[in-house]
């Protein structure tokens, strides 16, 4: 009897190792899922902040070109709208930067 016990006792035991081992891939596919979800998002952000650059140098080189003064280039509306939304795109990436963190710290 001792012999089936054993293997019972293997058997549970391997079970167990089983369902932790499958529990915890599951969970590390959820995280890589989310991990890949914030870079996309992440990529858009960076995109919009390149394109809002660029929009911000050609509006400067344009005011400049026509003879504005710098105080006058840098109090521009449309200057000081896009440079609102770099911002918030900066905070943006910020906070996604912090919360893909927050996914890798968990992993280790």
């Known amino acids: 009897m001792g012999m089936l016990q054993r293997l019972s006792h293997d058997l549970r035991a391997g079970w167990v190792t089983l369902r932790h081992g499958t529990a ?3 969970t590390r596919a959820l995280e890589e899922g989310e991990l890949l979800r ?3 998002e992440l990529r858009k952000v960076e995109q919009q902040l390149d394109d809002l650059h660029a929009d911000i140098g ?3 080189i344009e005011l400049h070109d026509r ?3 710098a105080e ?3 109090s521009d509306v449309e200057i000081t ?3 609102q939304q770099v911002r918030t795109l900066q905070d943006e990436r910020t906070k996604l930067l912090l919360e893909m963190n927050d996914i890798t710290v968990e992993d280790q």
Do not use: P, W
Request: glycine share 6%; aromatic share 6%; proline share 0%.
């Open 38 to 40: 914030y870079r996309l």
């Open 67 to 69: 003879g504005e003064a």
């Open 24 to 26: 915890k891939v599951a």
């Open 72 to 74: 006058r280039i840098l």
């Open 81 to 83: 709208r896009m440079m």
């Open 58 to 60: 050609e509006r400067t």
